[in-house]
């Protein structure tokens, strides 16, 4: 009975025994299966031996076939013993025909020699460098190798790890280029900004050479405006004056039939220098201002077969410099002869408004139109003129505004800012208060000076002749003048003077009744001579004589004071008759 109980607790012990030691061999079988167990050490007649089991460096060679970089293992004398598919494909061959072969054949030949000396450094030190793979096709692969020596208890090889450096170059090339073009557009920034402003300099300068251009164009224009208007005008008038006179004192039909056509003949060549004065520069602008002279420019554009209607309110004349009107005028006038050469009609508008201290005047027209940026952006014909109008007006502080689209017609604006006192109100406005301050108060002591205004013109009961005072600057056109009244009985010329301050000082020394005034003189034209006169000695009876006498003209003198205005090529068959007219008709 005690054997068989004993022999039962033996048998437990036992089976906890093999069970214990079943669960051992269950935890390592496991472990082999999921990989946990890389070798296994057995005993064995020799010893223990380590015995790898199958699949246990898989992970690792999975690692090292699948990574982006090229991996390889040379023997020492550079033969490849294993490598990847990544190096196979950055020298361009098959996998299977790598192996074996020298590493030294597949790098570029220029590189070979350095490849040796970093292999040669041998030891345990690492190397790192940079070299060319070359493929069978002779291209070459950039790349970074890294070099290790094995451990010797793993045999004498060298493991390299190869990198493709093509990415990397291309970005750094990327970078290298990008910096360059910073450089070139940095260089590029600054010699867009020197030549900016050389360019506005040069700009600068040529709006400075086309306002100093057209000033020489006005001054040659009005030097030979003068000529004509002061000498071949003036001689022309005096010969149809003295013919006038050998008509007077002639009997002779066959005489007088032929002054008449000698007559004829000058006062076609007298009309003739007349248009060429009025063509070469405004013969109003300076004796009656802006926009009289527009007013007397839209009635000569009939000449080019165009109807201009004037919008310009009546009131103060603009108060722009002599030389922003003339370059107002000029710029209408050309821009009116541009409606009339190219717009296809006949008829334009001409406006002018002041506002805000500027003045703004306008050219328009309905007409065909035409492309603005084409027209004003070239140069020629028209083109350049347009281009001048603008570079003049800027130079001045001004604008030049362009609307123009096809069949809609065409509107420029002229804008120039004011502020500049005209020079005729000046003059008007300095001399006359100089002159009635100054030349009244150092009046001679003859007995003949008067001691009030109104004494000035008084008549005596016997009728004396009536004192007249000639005022022209040219001397041929007083002693013409002088020879015509002295004709007369009943007129004495009293003196001459020629310009505006003489006459004003004449009518002090000689206490004429009658001024026969010219308008175009030096110094105070006759306009503003007449105004000042007036001023001061209003029973004075002023007559204006001009080459030109048109109607704006002839408004013009007639604010001013005087009691008519003729030509002077008229002064012989009509300024006695008129001065008779207007001396009975102020007298009675």
């Known amino acids: 009975m005690t054997e068989q109980v004993k022999s039962v607790e033996e048998l437990a012990r036992e089976n906890d025994s093999l069970r214990t030691r079943l669960e051992e061999v269950t935890d390592v079988l496991t472990a082999i299966r999921t990989g946990g167990v890389d070798a296994l050490v057995l005993e064995g007649p020799n010893g223990e031996q380590v015995f790898t089991l199958e699949g246990a460096d898989h992970p690792y060679r999975t690692f090292v076939e699948t990574m982006n970089e090229g991996a390889v293992t040379l023997a020492m004398d550079g033969t490849i013993v294993y490598c990847n598919r990544r190096f196979a494909d950055l020298v361009g061959t098959l996998l299977e025909e790598t192996f074996g072969r020298a590493f030294l054949d597949y790098v570029a030949p220029p590189d070979r020699p350095e490849f040796k000396v970093l292999l040669e450094q041998g030891d345990d030190d690492s190397v790192r460098a940079e070299l060319s793979l070359e493929q069978p096709d002779g291209t070459e692969i950039p790349v970074q190798f890294s070099a290790r020596r094995l451990p010797q208890n793993c045999g004498n090889y060298w493991c390299l790890v190869i990198t493709d450096l093509r990415s990397q170059k291309l970005y750094d090339a990327l970078l290298e ?269 003859a007995g003949k000076v008067q001691s009030s205004n109104s004494e000035l013109t008084t008549r005596s009961s016997r009728q004396p002749p009536i004192r007249v005072l000639l005022v022209d600057d040219h001397a041929m056109v007083r002693q013409g003048l002088r020879s015509l009244l002295e004709g007369y009985t009943d007129i004495e010329v009293v003196g001459e003077a020629s310009d505006g301050e003489e006459a004003l000082a004449g009518i002090v020394t000689h206490q004429p009744a009658v001024v026969v005034m010219d308008i175009n003189m030096p110094k105070m034209n006759g306009i503003e001579t007449t105004a000042v006169l007036k001023d001061r000695y209003p029973k004075i009876i002023v007559i204006g004589l001009s080459v030109q006498a048109g109607e704006e003209m002839q408004q013009a003198m007639l604010q001013a004071g005087a009691s008519a205005l003729l030509t002077k090529e008229a002064a012989v068959d009509q300024l006695y008759q008129t001065i008779q007219a207007v001396q009975k008709a102020i007298y009675t």
Request: aromatic residues 4%.
């Open 177 to 445: 280029s990008e910096e360059r073009l910073r450089i070139f557009v940095g260089s590029l920034e600054q010699r867009v900004e020197e030549r900016t402003s050389e360019l506005v300099a040069s700009q600068e300068r040529l709006r400075a050479l086309v306002n100093e251009l057209n000033r020489t164009e006005q001054r040659e224009r009005k030097r030979v405006a003068t000529e004509l208007h002061d000498y071949l005008a003036q001689l022309l008038a005096l010969a149809i004056m003295k013919l006038s006179q050998v008509k007077q004192k002639t009997e002779l039909p066959t005489v007088s039939d032929l002054v008449n056509a000698v007559q004829e003949v000058l006062r076609e060549a007298l009309d003739y220098t007349r248009t060429l004065v009025a063509d070469l520069t405004p013969p109003l602008l300076h004796d009656v201002g802006l926009a009289s002279a527009l007013r007397w420019l839209a009635v000569q554009m009939q000449r080019h077969q165009l109807a201009v209607i004037t919008q310009i309110p009546s009131g103060d004349d603009p108060n722009l410099s002599e030389e922003q009107a003339l370059l107002v005028f000029q710029s209408v006038r050309e821009l009116l002869v541009n409606v009339s050469k190219h717009s296809g009609v006949g008829e334009a508008t001409v406006s002018l408004a002041q506002r805000d201290g500027r003045l703004r005047v306008e050219v328009r027209d309905r007409g065909k139109g035409f492309d603005v940026k084409m027209k004003a952006g070239l140069v020629g014909g028209v083109n350049f003129g347009l281009f001048s109008i603008r570079e003049r007006m800027q130079a001045l502080g001004g604008s030049f505004e362009l609307e123009s689209a096809a069949e809609k017609g065409t509107r420029a604006t002229l804008v120039l800012p004011m502020g500049v006192e005209s020079v005729s109100n000046f003059r008007s406005k300095d001399l006359g208060s100089e002159l009635s301050e100054s030349t009244i108060s150092h009046q001679p002591s």
